[in-house]
């Protein structure tokens, strides 16, 4: 037998009682405070010189390395689940101590944006600016010294930096996304894509980029782990949350359009903060070993995974962002637009 209060109840007893709103999925749809659409998405794809038919990404189920030739069919199949947003890393044949295959105007990149504005040319295509992918020693700047001492020589990145997204935004690219974190680079490359007169190419700045673990799938994926040393001089300290602003404030004052953090359930808290203090839109970087985690669990039958994966895509909407980069964007569509109505 279950005791049933009958008579008057305590004074304390709760008059608010939150359950009321909860207590069916409609009364829960109308006062939720979050929703995921997909053309929050932006969905990244990596482009791959070396390859003639895609290559499925082990550390990634469900991605691949892209061959120029098979991305108009991608496209396709990524507009019809309604994601309206890509985001392209290339991986080049050659690389060079300067990254120098970046700016080639046929290179993959700068290939995959024509095929890919042919295929939906209502698609955005944006582009990470990196040169980790394109140097021989994987360090996403000018290399000065190696050895025990890695120095990354900044101001002369710039340059390189400015080509490549001179390169991405002449091929066609609307946005640029300058990844490497050199100082001054937001600024540097709209100066130099404003006086290509390229000045409708907005810039999506990694503005707190971190020294993560999480990246590791991708480095795997993108060919992209740094020959000697690591990243800890230009990617963020983890431990640091007020530096993330100042790197805000000064991605604002050079020029960024988007600002992003990255990686994004970690730092969800760097997101809030960020969040409150800007205007600008707000993107995060659900990254490589975020999703790479849910996967590993769901293999094994741990977790479900579309509740898991739309309930770290909403937490981070909840903390302050406005779009999502997210290796789930065309399932993660898929399964909002199944849940709609009744
Ligand atoms: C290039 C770059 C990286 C990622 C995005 N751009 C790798 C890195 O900084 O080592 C990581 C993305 C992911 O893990 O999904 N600098």
Redesign the pocket.
Known sequence: MHPRPTTALPGNFPTRRPRRLRQSESMRALVREQHLRADQFIY?LFVSERISAPVAISSMPGQYNWPVAALAAEAERIAATGVRAVLL?GIPEEKDAIGSSSWSPDGGVQQAIKAIKRAVPEMVVMT?V?L??YTSHGH?GVLLQSGDHILIDNDPSLELLARQAVSHAAAGADVVAP??MMDGRVGYIRAALDREGLTNTAIMA?SA?YASA??G???EA?D?TPQVGD?RSY?MDPANGREALREVELDIAEGADILMIKPATLYLDVLARVRDRVDLPLAA?H???EYAMLKAAVERGWLDERRAALEALTAIRRAGADLIITYYAPDAALWLSAEQGF
Do not use: M, N, T
């Open positions: 990244p890393f990470d990196c980790c992918e996403c990844s490497d990694y980029k999480f990246y799938p991708f480095r993108a992209s990243r990617q970087y990254v490589s070993g």
